[in-house]
């Protein structure tokens, strides 16, 4: 994980191996502020980039991650260790995702169903206009990773999802199915997708 | 093939930009979680008490409040137990004392004790209360005074605390069995509160009978006698009833030197001497033969 800025320096790197994400958010529910502070330091950055290239809007990502965390504290004392954190952390954000596409007057939301094989546009959200022209994403990475970024935009919602769960989140595929509230099978299939689409789109820009 | 497209492809975004939150978000995040345990009370209270890390919910801090709690329990309940094992001597040592005290039961004590020593002579001492091959009469019948009346007998044990405290070792007569210690108390009672033993009866009996006795001992040993007459009736009863070996009321001194006698005769040494110190004690001005008295 890479180190916190400044501002932040409370949230120093420090090896937070031996405490699991579970220990912490109990530690967190029993009193202990620091537990959230190395919680936090732990996840904000894959959390942040999940949220921000699934809303492709820096500002409502800014408000629905800090609404994620604000979740996350008001129910610490319900967290229960049959699941992981992160998988707990990026069910929220699915959920708070979708009703912020279900709100936002620029996403049609269309009901998320099981998917056939080799269509998976039928039941996508459509995302408006102006999401690809992040200008720091472009600013900022290389012509691999720029593409890379752009394809991945490209992508139906369900896959690109999966596909940041995984990435950014680190969730299983099982741990996806949950988070997603999707059938097992569903989430390995637009998982495999999504990497197909990737690959292909970076092979066709190469 | 697919699996190392992949790889390659994770490698490719992994270097993507690594978008991060701001500091400011960071910051209102962070203020929030710490607000959120300042106004929870649980929280409040686990995280300003000293042990409040211990009762913290992760795994292994609630393995230990357990087990600290199965501790409290245990070293509460061990201390309700011993504290319920010393109250029980305390109280019923307070009902003993009141049985003390009392006239009427105190005054019992004698005759409850007769009865005792009547009662139980297996359980005597061979050694103290060895049962008269004379054939004499049990001693603690005689040694019960039918000429005292009630008050009689209540007032020396009013007057003698020598023979309160020889009373409250033989208070627990049904307890002999349980107390068997009892006996041995009370002969070093009895025998630790005689000055000048003598009945009332047998100092009576051995004024009238040794008067030339009483004459012979002076004036000083006379008013002496008469000076312990009644403080020391009362432990001479008690000496009666623990030990029947001594003078009996109406045993003459030469009697009892001759009762001596054949104790060394029987061998029962110890008696002897008891008796003869006890005789001592009676009539120390009594003239002893000298053959008597190198035998005791």
């Known amino acids: 994980m890479p180190a916190v800025t400044p ?12 405490i699991a994400d579970e220990d912490l958010v109990l530690r967190y529910a029993g009193g202990d502020a620091a537990a959230f502070e190395h919680l936090y330091s732990r996840h904000r950055g894959g959390l942040y980039r999940f949220i921000t290239r699934q809303c492709g809007d820096r500002g409502a990502a800014e408000e629905l991650f800090q609404d994620v965390w604000s979740r996350v504290i008001e129910t610490r004392a319900r967290y229960r260790v049959e699941a992981r954190f992160a998988t707990w952390l990026y069910t929220l954000a699915h959920h708070r995702l979708i009703d912020w596409y279900r709100k936002s007057s620029r996403v049609v939301w269309v009901d998320f169903g099981r998917e056939e094989e080799g269509i998976d546009t039928e039941n996508a959200v459509e995302f408006a206009a102006g999401r690809s022209a992040q200008p720091e994403v472009r600013a900022e990475s290389r012509e691999i990773a720029m593409k890379l970024l752009v394809l991945l935009e490209q992508l139906p919602p369900q896959q690109r999802e999966v596909f940041l769960l995984h990435e950014e989140g680190g969730l299983s595929i099982e741990e996806i199915a949950a988070a997603t509230v999707t059938p097992t099978e569903t989430a390995k299939s637009r998982l495999r997708y999504a990497l197909a689409k990737l690959r292909r789109g970076l092979q066709d820009l190469t | 093939m697919n699996d190392s497209e992949n790889a390659e492809l994770r490698r490719a975004y992994a270097a993507t930009a690594r978008d991060e939150p701001s500091p400011a978000l960071d910051d209102a995040i962070l203020a929030k979680s710490r607000s959120a345990i300042l106004t929870d009370p649980r929280s409040a209270i686990l995280t300003r008490h000293p042990l409040g890390s211990l009762f913290g919910t992760p795994a292994s801090s609630r393995h230990w409040s357990q087990l600290l709690a199965v501790a409290a329990t245990l070293v509460v309940t061990a201390s309700l137990v011993l504290l319920m094992q010393q109250e029980i001597p305390q109280i019923a040592g307070l009902a003993a004392p009141a049985r003390d ?65 020889a009373a409250k070792s033989a208070i627990p007569a049904p307890d002999r069995q349980a107390f068997p210690g009892a006996r041995p108390a009370i002969n070093e009672a009895a025998r630790a509160s005689v000055a000048t033993p003598a009945p009332p009866a047998a100092r009576a009996e051995s004024s009238v009978q040794r008067p030339s006795a009483v004459a012979a001992a002076g004036n000083a040993s006379g008013s002496a006698l008469a000076e312990r007459r009644s403080p020391q009736a009362a432990e001479s009863i008690a000496r009666s009833l623990v030990n029947p070996g001594f003078a009996k009321n109406d045993e003459s001194p030469e009697a009892w030197l001759a009762r001596i006698a054949e104790m060394r005769k029987q061998g029962r040494v110890k008696d002897a001497e008891e008796n003869f110190a006890e005789f001592r004690k009676r009539y120390p001005d009594f003239p002893v033969p000298p053959a008597k008295a190198e035998s005791s």
């Open chain 2, 101 to 165: 005290t009392a006239v009427t039961p105190v005054a019992k004590i004698p005759t409850e004790a007769v009865q005792a020593t009547q009662v139980a002579p297996s359980e005597l001492s061979p050694r103290e209360y060895k049962p008269r091959s004379s054939g004499r009469v049990d001693v603690p019948a005689r040694d019960q005074p039918p000429e005292q009346t009630s008050q009689e007998r209540e007032q020396p044990v009013i007057a003698s605390p020598q023979l309160a405290d």
């Open chain 1, 7 to 18: 501002s932040s320096a409370r949230l120093k790197r420090v090896n937070h191996a031996p």
